[in-house]
């Protein structure tokens, strides 16, 4: 969506105007030449959109969305609009997002929080944010950020990361990583990790039980290794935060396709 389309709807429903940010990318790490740029160039689109008649912006239902747009990269720019639909409207698991633009989104949140008492509206919230987290080599790593707040003790924050192969314009999954017949043995590595920061944790037999070992698809490859992130209530409590875990680089040798090592 460019940006003239998008600033159109914005300014007919009083929205405010679009902010723009001239960002430049990170360039790769001094691998080997491929189709992928050397640099890349983006734009940073910002929507923000408050409940109709707000007075007081601190205590009224208000949207919040900024996403990086990259110069020269059609499909890149597609598969990050589409999974900021998709989290802004779930948890960002599940590829259903019935709604197909950003100011849908938007402008259903505000309906909702209107249909409730002033009281228990005032205050909802929704933010999302893409951008730029790291590059290595032709793997670009997109963070989308999301936050919703409906009212209760706090909000739920999601994580995802978005990999994205500039030298085939595609996406990356933790598979296409992954050599061939070396899953089991990743995973292996991943559990161990995942006992080490137990161990760091100090945690007792009730943690271990209660908050087992799950499998995630977010990860981000770095000089260091690969590291793997787990969101909020996935491996503890709401209070935990998001949990990293890293593999080191001299473990994955034999593990990864040899392109990403």
């Known amino acids: 969506m460019s940006l003239e389309s998008l600033s ?18 990170l360039s790769g790490c001094g691998q080997e030449k491929s189709g992928a740029p050397d640099k ?10 408050l409940e109709p008649d707000c007075t007081s912006p ?18 890149l720019n597609d598969a990050i609009y589409q999974q900021m639909l998709t989290q802004l409207q779930g948890t960002g698991e599940s590829p259903d997002a019935p709604l197909d633009s950003l100011e849908k989104v938007a402008q259903k949140f505000l309906d909702d929080a209107a249909a409730v008492t002033v009281s228990s509206a005032a205050q909802w919230q ?3 944010e893409a951008k730029q987290l790291a590059r290595r080599g032709d793997v ?6 999301s936050y919703l707040y409906t009212g209760g003790a706090h909000g739920m924050p999601v994580s995802r990361w978005l990999n994205w192969d500039l030298a085939n314009e595609s996406l ?12 089991d043995a ?21 943690f271990r039980e209660n908050w087992p070992f799950s499998r995630t698809e977010d990860f981000r490859l770095t000089d260091d290794g690969l590291v793997l992130l787990y969101g909020v209530y996935t491996l503890g409590p709401y209070s935990m935060g998001e949990v990293e875990l890293t593999i080191p680089s001299e473990q994955l040798d034999s593990v990864l396709r040899e392109r990403f090592r």
Do not use: Y
């Open 8 to 25: 159109q709807p914005l300014r007919a429903n009083g929205i405010l105007p679009l902010a723009l940010t001239w960002m430049i990318g």
């Open 40 to 49: 890349l160039e983006s734009q940073v689109e910002s929507l923000e959109m």
């Open 58 to 75: 601190d205590q009224c239902a208000s949207v919040t969305i900024q996403r990086e747009v990259f110069s020269d990269q059609a499909a």
């Open 126 to 128: 929704l933010t999302g």
């Open 140 to 145: 670009l790593t997109v963070e989308i950020d």
């Open 172 to 183: 990356l999954a933790l598979n296409d990583v992954i050599a061939p017949g070396q899953e």
């Open 186 to 206: 990743f995973w292996k590595l991943v559990q161990a990790a995942h006992g080490q920061w137990l161990e760091d944790q100090q945690v007792e037999k009730d």
